[in-house]
């Protein structure tokens, strides 16, 4: 049964850092791309990033362009998305996703692409 739970999220001021994680069950990670997407409250669901199976392939929302860096751990079967410079607009339930479409490796993540998604994990970013 394939499972990801997200985990890290919380209230930070601005200016912090939160590290997510997303541990995922039922599959290797390494033969799919992962994804990680936010909803802020009464917008749609938006890619934030993605990185493939070899990491060599990355993609950040230039929202997020070097302030988040998303990684991976194959022995924990985890994906990472580490947040520095935490803004309040940065407020969001944020999901992890995968897929096996490799084709998608790099590219802006759009929700129809992804078979398997987390439940969220909420950050909110206020003084």
């Known amino acids: 049964q394939v499972q990801l739970v997200e985990s890290g999220g919380g209230l930070v001021q601005p200016g912090g850092s939160l590290r997510l994680s997303c541990k995922m069950s039922?599959?290797?990670?390494?033969?799919?791309?992962l994804a990680w997407f936010r909803q802020a409250p009464g917008k749609e669901r938006e890619g934030v990033s993605c990185?493939?199976?070899?990491?060599?392939?990355?993609y950040y929302a230039d929202s997020v362009k070097g302030r988040f860096t998303i990684s991976r751990d194959i022995a924990k079967n985890t994906v990472y998305l580490q947040m520095n410079s935490l803004k309040p607009e940065d407020t969001a339930v944020y999901y992890c996703?995968?897929?096996?479409?490799?084709?998608?490796?790099?590219?802006?993540?759009?929700?129809?692409?992804?078979?398997?998604w987390g439940q969220g994990t909420q950050v909110t970013v206020s003084s």
């Open positions: 039922g599959f290797t990670l390494e033969h799919y791309v």
């Open positions: 996703a995968a897929t096996g479409d490799l084709v998608v490796a790099g590219t802006d993540p759009l929700m129809y692409q992804y078979d398997y």
């Open positions: 990185l493939d199976s070899s990491e060599t392939a990355t």
